[in-house]
Every structure is written in structure tokens, then in C-alpha cells.
């Protein structure tokens, strides 16, 4: 329909999560013309990506999971931790996340062997530090034995490393993002992709512009979020860290929350 969130229609650039100032900012940014002119998508998703940065609060969600088990860390029990919701605004305050022995990174962030000096995710011997959580020392990690993927890693903490109170001396460059296994929700997520294969599909006088049409422009993915977006209601802006700027979609119902990508989180273009 109009308002598919791929459709350049102000429909779909709603549901897409686009915010209005953002779309005022292009228009004033691009001018006004007596000549017909095609201006990059590129610059409207840079003044959408300004714009959410300074507003949208920062949750974290797993798209892709991997399991880690904290092997030192007390069975059974859920600690809350603190995190600011968004660093550019002081006045969005903070809210809590639960940490418990299991939680689940994105499978990218682990490797069985660290690339080289400049890899700071995490990999067997290395540390690397949760978000607004401790620092993880990785040990080992299991695999299938047909497929050969990694399903388990497990690490050891530093009791005394937590975020804001750190006193143990660890170093950790890398920071993840990470959900607590047992308090996640799971989240329908789509991941969208341009509508068309070329910037200016009815430019071929010879073809018809379906022809060009990107049968890969949607991917729905089930990933976990941190409980607190299993009852947000449409509309919503978040931050997933490290991943993009996200919509609440209204197709979502209470307990399962459904996001729609609206940018992600960098790029290189600059207007």
C-alpha cells in the first residue's frame, strides 16, 4: 500500500519512522528550482540519521544471537544495571536493564581467532566490555559438530569492573551490546533495502520500471530485545546501538513488538 514504509510517499516515510523536522531540513537544505532535478535518497537519510540522533532514546537488541554463558557469574541470579537512554540528551534520563549469568551478542561479534592487534570484539583470550555491564574475559566456546558454527561461547567477568564503578585495572577496548537470555523479548524486525535496482527506474524508454523492482528490499528477521520495547506503543523511535534508528510498526501487538528499520546508524554521504 502508500504507506509501505519502501514508498517515497509521506505514508510510508511515517511509517517508516522518518521525523517531519528531518524532512524539513532536506527541503530547506535542497532549495527550490525551476528545473526538474533527482536528489540522492542518500541526503534525506543523512538529515533523518541528524535528526534521530539528538532525539531517539538507545535500546539494545540482538539481531543475529549467540549464546554466552558468564561462568563465574552466580546461577539464578538477575542484577539491574543502569543506562543512560541517550547520551545527546541529558534530560532523557536513565532507565534499567537486567544482567544475569546467559545473555545473548550478535554472532559478528565473535570471532575463534582475533583477526589481528586492531580486533577489539571478542574472540578466545580477549576482553572486551558489555555495555553499561562488566568486562568479559573470553575462554572457549562450543560448536556444532556437523555444521562446525559456534552455539556456545563462554567467558569469565570481573566482579569489580562494572560500569561506573570500575576499579579492577582491566583494560577492554571493544564494547557490545548484548540482552540478558532469560528477561529478552523476541521482536519481529524489517531490514529494508531500495525499492528499485536503479536510482531512476522510469529513465528507460525501453524497459518497463518494474523491471527493475528489488525483490530483496524487505528481510524480517525474529531477534530479542531488551524487555522493556515489549510493550511500546507505534510510532515509537529507538536507537538499536551499534545496528540503526528503528520505528514500532503498528502491526506490532502487545508481547510482540514488530520494528521497522527507518536508517542505519552511519554512512559515508555528507550534503
Avoid at 557490545?176 to 531500495?194: F, G, N, P, T
Wanted: charged share 30%; proline share 7%.
Amino acid at each position: 500500500g502508500w504507506d509501505d514504509p519502501r514508498m517515497p510517499t509521506i505514508a510510508g516515510m511515517r511509517r517508516r519512522g522518518y521525523p517531519a523536522a528531518a524532512i524539513v531540513d532536506f527541503c530547506r537544505g535542497v532549495g527550490l528550482t525551476k528545473r526538474d532535478n533527482v536528489i540522492e535518497i542518500e541526503r534525506l537519510e543523512y538529515h533523518v540519521r541528524q535528526e534521530l540522533n539528538r532525539t531517539a532514546p538507545r535500546a539494545m537488541a540482538v539481531l543475529d544471537p549467540l549464546k554466552v554463558v558468564i561462568t563465574n557469574y552466580p546461577e539464578g541470579q538477575v542484577e539491574k544495571l543502569i543506562t543512560i537512554n541517550n547520551p545527546e540528551d541529558p534530560e532523557a534520563g536513565e532507565r534499567e536493564i537486567p544482567f544475569s549469568r546467559e545473555i545473548y551478542i550478535e554472532r559478528e561479534d565473535f570471532k575463534t581467532e582475533a583477526p589481528g592487534r586492531k580486533y577489539f570484539r571478542m574472540a578466545p583470550g580477549r576482553n572486551v566490555r558489555l555495555k553499561s555491564a562488566y568486562i568479559l574475559h573470553c575462554e572457549s566456546y562450543d560448536t556444532d559438530p556437523e555444521t562446525g558454527e559456534v552455539t556456545t561461547v563462554y567467558c569469565t567477568y570481573y566482579p569489580d569492573s562494572k560500569s561506573g564503578e570500575d576499579t579492577s585495572g582491566v583494560k577492554a577496548k571493544g564494547t557490545l551490546h548484548w540482552v540478558s537470555i532469560a528477561q529478552a523479548k523476541q521482536a519481529e524486525v524489517r531490514l529494508y533495502d531500495r525499492l528499485f535496482t536503479d536510482p531512476v527506474p522510469t529513465s528507460h524508454e525501453d524497459k518497463d520500471f518494474l523491471e527493475f523492482f528489488n525483490h530483496d528490499s524487505l528481510q524480517t528477521l525474529t531477534v530479542y530485545v531488551e524487555p522493556a520495547l515489549a510493550e511500546v506503543e507505534p510510532g515509537r523511535q529507538f536507537q538499536f546501538m551499534r545496528i540503526g534508528y528503528f520505528v514500532s510498526d503498528p502491526d506490532g501487538k502487545s508481547g510482540k513488538p514488530v520494528f521497522n528499520q527507518t536508517v542505519s546508524l552511519k554512512d559515508s554521504y555528507r550534503p
